[in-house]
């Protein structure tokens, strides 16, 4: 096993974080460096993401490494009935690190346990996904100038919305206050609650969007699924609810930025796209900074 | 007293008394003593002071080891440990939960990898405030005690 595996958010501590984060602001100097020349980094994505898998790659290729690795299940071994501990102990012995994605959750941590390289956990199921994480708190760093006491609004999906409940784990080292907005059927789950109130994090509650942000230095939205919903009726009318405008923004925060994992569908509309708080194509922008900082750190340190 | 009667009745071994009847079973199982081949009494619905309805499990000849009563804490919490020599109680052993639990617990979660692969569940046993909970070592879910499917 490689303790320098990063499968889950909390395996960094603050210490941790705040060097990836200063790591990557160097990489956005300058993104090609050849720290990685000749070393091999393995994709293994028994789930496909495009978006997630090429931020990774083009992360490695910059850095000077090659890229071994599939894109989909159907593609790999595992489709031949290889077991993952199988798959993983080959992968280990031709590559420096392997990058997973896999539909099951857990299996990230698992494969961090019986590889003989370190492995980034690149989304296992609905648990956890640390480099989304890190970009997030990348992009609160660079536009808020600092991490410690922002007032931070979750939006949408709270209930299944792993980057919201990963955000909450990382941010509690810098003093955030929250404010969770969210229909009845996708509520904070209770034990995040129970989670802030441990580390004596303030948060507030309301299922209402509109008016509800102006003292909030982040907005974080999140994508509300249909497949969430068992009454459509009700999908119908909260996706209304949950969709941001642009008119909805004109009293909040001059320091105020809209921040959303991607791909969005209806929870913004495009009229915000031009609005100078809108900052979710850089937030993607910035995975690959955050994703060379963390390639970076598991290879080389 | 017919609970004195049966623990005077065990020469060596080990006796695991006041489990709540609806437990015993449970109790039987995480302890693995369907493969026991010791000589076993069991008792259910029993009378109790302490409690409404009791079982007793008695092991002949065989002191369980702490790691493996420590695994009852989990479902029967006030259960009381007898280890009995030569008719003698000689230890009254206190139930701690560990902090770790091997390949006893399963995960209720239909995603985990647990569930799909062959792989050892592990899970932490985390403290609250007066209350406790396992945590999936794999998928991160939590759950509650009461809620324990065993392996
Ligand atoms: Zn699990």
Redesign the pocket.
Known sequence: MSNKSLVSITDYDRDDILSILSSAAEFEKNPNRKILDGKVVATLFFEPSTRTRLSFETAVIRLGGSIIGFSDAATSSSAKGETLHDTIQMVGSYADAIVMRHYL??AARYASEVSPVPVVNAGDGANQHPSQTLLDLYSILKTQKKLERLNICLVGDLKYGRTVHSLIMAMSHFDPTFKFIAPEELKMPDEYKVFCRKNNIPFTESDELAGNFDDADILYMTRVQKERFRDLMEYERVKNVYTLRNDMLSESKPNLRILHPLPRVTEINPDVDANEKAYYFQQAQNGLYVRQAIMNRLINK | MEKELKVAALRNGTVIDHIPSDKVFKVFAILNLEKCTNQITIGNNLESKRMQSKGIIKVSERFLEEAETNKIALIAPNAKINIIKDYEVTEKRPLTLPKEMREIVQ?P?PS?I?NHQPVATVFSVQNGDNTISLK?R??E?ELKPEDVKLK
């Open positions: 959750e857990g | 995960c979660n985990c647990t999936c794999y998928c879910k």
